[in-house]
Each structure stands twice: as structure tokens, then as C-alpha cells.
């Protein structure tokens, strides 16, 4: 049996699942309204419903993430495809553990579609297994990535959990400076989810449409010697090439609505594995995540979180803001553990030194010290309410930047996982 032919089909099998699932926890938020059923009987009918499905996908993902372990050889978190499909499967267990405890049947609505968003993602990437690097080579790596994986993905719940606290809240009928504010903000959340959504739905219709240009790029590097060393290597572009690679040529350029050359090439101080192509999708998943926004909001005529609001009214967001804290107070010392300490043995272990502040580890610094600052204030300052749940979905935005953003701006020992 090839077992990675197997394990590609399970997390076909666990993507569908999630969907049905996050349709079935749609339905329990949305159609409450016009069911003839008491509206806690029917969240609580479509809720369980779609808890088994996701239930059912996580069993299919741990499938797939163990039979690819099998066949490849290694544990599967070793570039960014392994490392997403590891990272939603986590978040898929963190849920799955919060609702456990909560019997929140809402969670579902909020937490799914950013599975399905990262399941969706990592396919982006090259799915071939791929052999380790010696650096890789170690079974610190099975304990520094699966535990700082895990932390991240209470994070992630965290943020779900706090972002329907915030639409919950929010006050359209406020007209004041405050209460514009807060509608904005909120709205703005959304906006950056969308943007998401808009990268995928560009990439796959490019991708669909067998879409090519190819750049020839020279990179020139300094050695410790003072020694200059130059380095040819062709990027592909799936996207039309609003940006081009720094200190490129083209080699071909297919035309894409009479764009027949890029627009300008990429900055120099972007270092990050092929930078240039990186920011271009940036580009695009803004333009086609603001296009989809803008159609979304024809079709409803009103802010997407006035949509959503109303279909909260019967949470309280109390329980919103407990769900979040407590995902997160049990997501810190995890990420701590696997981001931070266990990292450093690992970088003993690989490149004799603890710490040298390499972008990656300055980012996982960052975010441990942000979320550090997160429990003093709600614990010793009495931040609750929506400060806190500000706090959190802006987290989740530094633990996102940490694991792809950083790719982008800076190249370091970690850029091996942006291949």
C-alpha cells in the first residue's frame, strides 16, 4: 500500500468533512430564526451534528498526519504544508477539548472556517514529501513544533471565541465617535478574514486556469570572508505578476487582461524565500479579498457583522469571554514550552547556541510576551469585556505573522519552512 496516496485522500476525506460540519453549525446559528422548533432545540439538533462532523474530520486528519508520518518517514511538520495540515489539526483538538468543557454549540460557526481557511492554505503549498535537512534531523522537532503547533491552536480558539464576543457587543445604534469606532473595528476583523478567503479563491482560479510567468532571478550574497557569491534561479508565478522578483529578467509573461509586463519589481530589503513572488500574492489576496467584500456588501446592504449579529443575540458574552481566557490561559504555558524553551534545546542541539535572534525566535518572543501582557492585564488590571477580546483577536494577528509574515520580510534559519 502507498500509504502517502492513503494519507492524501484522508485529509481529502477531513476537509469535506469540516465543511459539512461548519454548514451544519451555520445552519444551527442562522436558521434558528425560521425553524419550527424551540431555537435552543434546534441549535442544539444542528450543533451536535455538526460537533460529530468535526469530530469525524479530526479522526480523518489524525489519519492522514500518521499514515504520512509512516510512509514519508518523519514526523510531517517539516515544511509549510505539513506544518498547516498540523497546525488546523490542532486547532481541531483545541476545539474539540473547549467544547468538551463549554457545550458551546456556537464555537463551531467561528472556529471551522479557520480550519477549513489554513487546511485550505497549506494545499497551496507543494504536498511531496520531502526529505529532512540535517538541521531537521532530530526528535526535538517532533517536541518543539507539535507543542508549539498545540499552543498556537488555543490561541486560535481563543480568537474565535473572542471575535463573536465582539460582534456580539458591538452597538449599531450608536452614531457617537466611540460607537462608529468600535463598528469599524470589528467590521475591519472581518475584512481581514475575507482577505483570506480572497487568497484562496485567487490562487485556485489561477492555479485552475493553469496560469504561468517565469522570472529569472540573481541573488548575490556576502560570505564571512567578504566574498561575493551569485546565485540564477528561475520563479514561478501562478498569479499575473503585479510585482516582479528583485534584480530579475522575465523569461516569459503570459498576459492576463492586456498586462503583458509587472507593474514594479520587489523592494531589496524584502529577504524572505522568493520575497518577490510572496508579496505579489499578497497583492492579489488583497485585491480579489476586497472585490469579494465589496460583493458581499451589495448583496446584504449593511455591515457583514450587523449580518452576523443578530443570530448571537441568545449568547452571552460573558461565556464568549470565559471561552476565550480560558483557551488562551491554556494555550500560553503550551506555546511557552514548545516556542521557547523546548526551541532552545533544539537550537543547542542543531546550532550550538540557545538563543540568536533569528527572526523566527524574535517572533516567538514577541508573541509569548504579548500574550504574557494579555493574562497580567485581564488577571492583575481587570481587563475583561472587550478590551480583553480585542487583546486576544490582535494576538492571534502577531501568532499569524509569526508563521507566515516573517517568511516575507526576513530571511533567516527558518526560512526553510516557506519552501
Not at 449593511?302 to 452571552?316: F, R
Not at 542541539?349 to 538563543?355: D, K
Request: aromatic share 16%; hydrophobic share 55%; net charge positive.
Amino acid at each position: 500500500m502507498n500509504w502517502v496516496d492513503f494519507s492524501s485522500n484522508a485529509f481529502v476525506v477531513a476537509f469535506y468533512l469540516y465543511c459539512a460540519s461548519f454548514i451544519c453549525f451555520a445552519i444551527a446559528v442562522g436558521g434558528k430564526r425560521w425553524s419550527n422548533r424551540k431555537p435552543e432545540d434546534h441549535v442544539n439538533r444542528w450543533g451536535k451534528i455538526g460537533f460529530a462532523g468535526a469530530v469525524a474530520g479530526w479522526i480523518a486528519h489524525l489519519t492522514f498526519f500518521f499514515t504520512r508520518w509512516y510512509g514519508g518517514g518523519h514526523i510531517p511538520t517539516s515544511n509549510m504544508y505539513e506544518f498547516m495540515t498540523f497546525l488546523a489539526m490542532a486547532i481541531m483538538f483545541a476545539f474539540i477539548v473547549v467544547h468538551l468543557i463549554y457545550r458551546n454549540m456556537l464555537l463551531g460557526a467561528f472556529a471551522l472556517p479557520l480550519v477549513i481557511i489554513i487546511v485550505s492554505y497549506a494545499s497551496v503549498f507543494p504536498s511531496e514529501v520531502q526529505p529532512l535537512i540535517p538541521a531537521l534531523n532530530h526528535y526535538w522537532l517532533k517536541i518543539h513544533v507539535t507543542t508549539a503547533a498545540l499552543g498556537e491552536a488555543f490561541f486560535a480558539v481563543g480568537f474565535a471565541a473572542a471575535l463573536m464576543q465582539l460582534i456580539r457587543v458591538v452597538d449599531y445604534t450608536r452614531k457617537d465617535k466611540a460607537g462608529k469606532r468600535a463598528q469599524f473595528w470589528t467590521e475591519f476583523s472581518l475584512v481581514v478574514i475575507i482577505v483570506l478567503i480572497g487568497f484562496l479563491v485567487a490562487v485556485f482560479s489561477f492555479r485552475g486556469a493553469g496560469y504561468e510567468s517565469v522570472f529569472r532571478q540573481e541573488t548575490i550574497t556576502i560570505d564571512a570572508n567578504g566574498i561575493a557569491n551569485s546565485e540564477v534561479k528561475e520563479v514561478k508565478y501562478s498569479l499575473p505578476p503585479i510585482v516582479a522578483p528583485y534584480n530579475s529578467e522575465t523569461v516569459s509573461f503570459q498576459s492576463f487582461i492586456g498586462m503583458d509586463k509587472q507593474l514594479f519589481d520587489s523592494p531589496s530589503w524584502l529577504k524572505g524565500v522568493n520575497a518577490g513572488r510572496k508579496l505579489n500574492t499578497v497583492i492579489w489576496s488583497v485585491i480579489a479579498g476586497l472585490v469579494l467584500y465589496g460583493l458581499l456588501r451589495l448583496l446584504a446592504r449593511k455591515p457583514i457583522a450587523a449580518v452576523i449579529q443578530p443570530h448571537l443575540t441568545d449568547i452571552d458574552p460573558e461565556d464568549l469571554e470565559e471561552i476565550s481566557y480560558r483557551s488562551i490561559a491554556i494555550g500560553f504555558p503550551v506555546f511557552t514550552l514548545g516556542a521557547l524553551i523546548f526551541a532552545m534545546i533544539w537550537a543547542e542541539i542543531a546550532w550550538s547556541r540557545f538563543w540568536g535572534w533569528d527572526p523566527k525566535e524574535v517572533w516567538a518572543l514577541v508573541t509569548f510576551l504579548y500574550y504574557s501582557v494579555y493574562l497580567h492585564l485581564r488577571l492583575s488590571r481587570g481587563w475583561q469585556g472587550t478590551r480583553s477580546a480585542w487583546l486576544a483577536v490582535i494576538g492571534f494577528l502577531v501568532v499569524m505573522f509569526t508563521l507566515i509574515g516573517v517568511n516575507l520580510v526576513i530571511a533567516g534559519l527558518h526560512s526553510y519552512a516557506g519552501v
